[in-house]
């Protein structure tokens, strides 16, 4: 009898080590202000101790009905269907940006799209085995009269209610990017931008013949980030994620590599 019970200890002693030398995975699914080249997406995943468990499928200009729709989301799932050699695999879903009214084919409606839409990513994610995380959209960096405007709320309020009700994990972005971009003002936010804001226009001389100009487009904006904004982003997104999952913290590297 108690060879049999050593012989169990011993095999479930060998199933809990194999588990813990599992690695975490994450994937990331969301618009362009989480996407490679405008997003933070890429540089949280160098924040991961093994990049190679982070993968961001994030895209620009997607929605949370057009991600779906394109078969985006298949191959999230695809990826989900191998969780078993993972010891846990996180989904960060964010969305909001491109949900909003104007974007034909993207755009969908909040109170009887956008809640189902967000409501079935996170049942799918359970059912292949992944744990989804919910994360309120990044706000866009536009002031007025000296203060930031934010016309996401109510895509992020759907979003929270939908983590609470669900049970899930909540980063609350939108909140907390909010807070720290009116905190540093409108110059700072400026540089956070995938380019250099362009100068001001000289006003035009009275009297003086005024001549036609073409002018550079530029790639600065107010909603995407460059490599400054996607560090300052990414490590907002780690610290949320290490206090809403306290057991992932040991999957990034010390703050300040």
């Not at 405008?38 to 994030?58: E, K, M, P, Q």
């Not at 079935?120 to 007025?144: M, N």
């Not at 100009?213 to 996607?230: E, I, N, P, R």
Request: charged share 20%.
């Amino acid at each position: 009898m108690k060879q049999r019970l050593f012989a169990a200890a011993a095999l479930l002693a060998a199933g809990m080590a194999c588990a813990a030398d599992k690695p975490v995975r994450f994937i990331l699914v969301g618009d362009s202000t989480m996407a490679s080249n405008s997003g933070y997406g890429d540089a949280f995943c160098a924040r991961v101790n093994r990049a190679n468990t982070c993968i961001n499928l994030a895209k620009g200009g997607r929605s949370s009905g057009s991600f779906r729709a394109e078969g985006r989301w298949d191959e999230v799932q695809g990826l989900l269907k191998g969780s078993a050699a993972y010891r846990a695999t996180y989904v960060l879903i964010q969305f909001g940006h491109n949900d909003q009214p104007g974007k034909p084919g993207r755009s969908t409606d909040l109170k009887t799209e956008f809640p189902v839409n967000m409501a079935r990513y996170v049942d799918e994610v359970k059912a292949l085995g992944g744990v989804p995380v919910l994360v309120t959209p990044l706000t866009r960096r536009s002031f007025k009269n000296g203060v930031l405007e934010n016309t996401l709320v109510p895509w992020a309020d759907v979003i929270r209610a939908t983590a609470k009700d669900k049970h899930v994990p909540l980063l609350d972005l939108n909140a907390d990017s909010y807070a720290a971009v009116q905190a540093m003002g409108e110059a700072e936010a400026d540089t956070l931008a995938v380019a250099p804001k362009p100068p001001a226009a000289p006003a035009p001389v009275a009297g003086a013949a005024v001549e036609p100009q073409g002018a550079a487009k530029s790639a600065f904006d107010y909603t995407h980030v460059g490599t400054k904004g996607a560090k300052y982003f990414a490590t907002m997104v780690e610290r949320e994620l290490k206090a809403a999952v306290p057991q992932v913290a040991g999957e990034f590297k010390p703050e300040g590599e």
